[in-house]
C-alpha cells in the first residue's frame, strides 16, 4: 500500500520493476501523456484504457477517473527511475461470499496478462531511455491467508464450481515474488518471466503451477489472454 498505493482502493495485486538504481532520475520531465500511452498492448490484445493521465512526486501515473468521493480503482505508473508500477485494485480481484462467509479471489490470468502488459512496455520505456539494470521484477497479493485463485484457465475448477469446497488456498498472510534480471529480456523473454510469475502465483495459492495455461480445448497447454 507504500507510495501511490495510498491513493488507491484495497489492494490486490501490484507488479513493480526496480533498476539498478532506485534514487536515479532517468526519466527526462515530459509531457505525462508522452511516457504512459492512452493503450498498452499485449501481444494479441491490450490492457484497459490508462485513463487520466498526469505528473507526480515520483513521476507519472495513469488512472480510471473514480469521481472525486473514491479513490483510484487501479494504476499504471512510471518512476523517475524509469522502472514500471502497475497496481490492479478492482482489477486483481474481489471478496465473494461463498454462503460460508467472505473469501477473497485473486484473478490469476488477468494477474498474468497485466504482468505480460507491464513487462513488455518495461521493455519500452528501458530502450527509449537508456534504464540500467539490473532489474528486480516484484509480484504482489495482498491479503492472501486462506485466500483463493480465480480466472484459472480452461479446465480448471474455479472457486464456486463443483470442487469449490476443496480448492485449494494461500497460506501466505501476504504472497510476495521476485526474481533478479541482469539484464532485461526481449520479447520472447518478458513472455517467459510472465509465465514463470503466473506459475509461482498458481503454486503459492496451493495449485500445481499450471492453472494460469488451460488444461483443456484448443490452447490447452498454452496460456489464452483473458478478458480484462
Do not use: C, N
Not at 498498452?40 to 485513463?51: A, K, M, N
Not at 462467509?101 to 496478462?113: A, F, K, M, Y
Not at 527509449?128 to 504482489?140: N, S, Y
Not at 533478479?180 to 506459475?199: C, H, K, S, T
Amino acid at each position: 500500500m507504500g507510495g501511490l498505493g495510498a491513493l488507491a482502493v484495497r489492494p490486490t495485486a501490484r507488479i513493480v520493476v526496480l533498476p539498478g538504481d532506485p534514487a536515479s532520475v532517468a526519466v527526462a520531465v515530459q509531457d505525462p501523456k508522452t511516457v504512459i500511452p492512452p493503450i498498452i498492448s499485449v501481444p494479441g490484445g491490450q490492457l484497459p484504457d490508462t485513463g487520466i493521465v498526469r505528473g507526480t512526486s515520483s513521476g507519472y501515473v495513469g488512472h480510471p477517473d473514480p469521481g472525486r468521493a473514491r479513490p483510484w480503482p487501479r494504476f499504471f505508473a512510471v518512476h523517475w527511475h524509469g522502472g514500471v508500477d502497475v497496481y490492479l485494485g478492482e482489477a486483481g480481484g474481489q471478496d465473494w461470499d461463498d454462503g460460508r462467509g467472505q473469501r477473497r479471489l485473486i484473478w490469476l490470468r488477468r494477474t498474468v496478462g497485466w504482468a505480460w502488459g507491464a513487462f513488455g512496455f518495461q521493455q519500452k520505456v528501458i530502450r527509449r531511455f537508456g534504464i540500467a539494470g539490473p532489474f528486480r521484477v516484484i509480484v504482489g497479493i495482498a491479503d492472501t491467508a486462506s485466500a483463493a485463485l480465480g480466472d484459472l484457465g480452461t479446465g480448471w475448477s474455479d472457486p464456486g464450481g463443483p470442487a469449490s469446497p476443496g480448492a485449494p488456498a494461500a497460506v501466505d498472510q501476504q504472497v510476495l515474488l521476485h526474481e533478479d534480471l541482469p539484464a532485461w529480456p526481449d520479447a520472447v523473454g518478458v513472455q517467459a518471466l510472465a509465465m514463470r510469475f503466473g506459475a509461482r502465483l498458481d503454486l503459492s495459492f496451493g495449485g500445481p503451477g499450471e492453472r494460469h495455461l488451460d488444461r483443456a480445448g484448443p490452447d490447452a497447454g498454452r496460456f489464452r489472454l483473458p478478458q480484462f
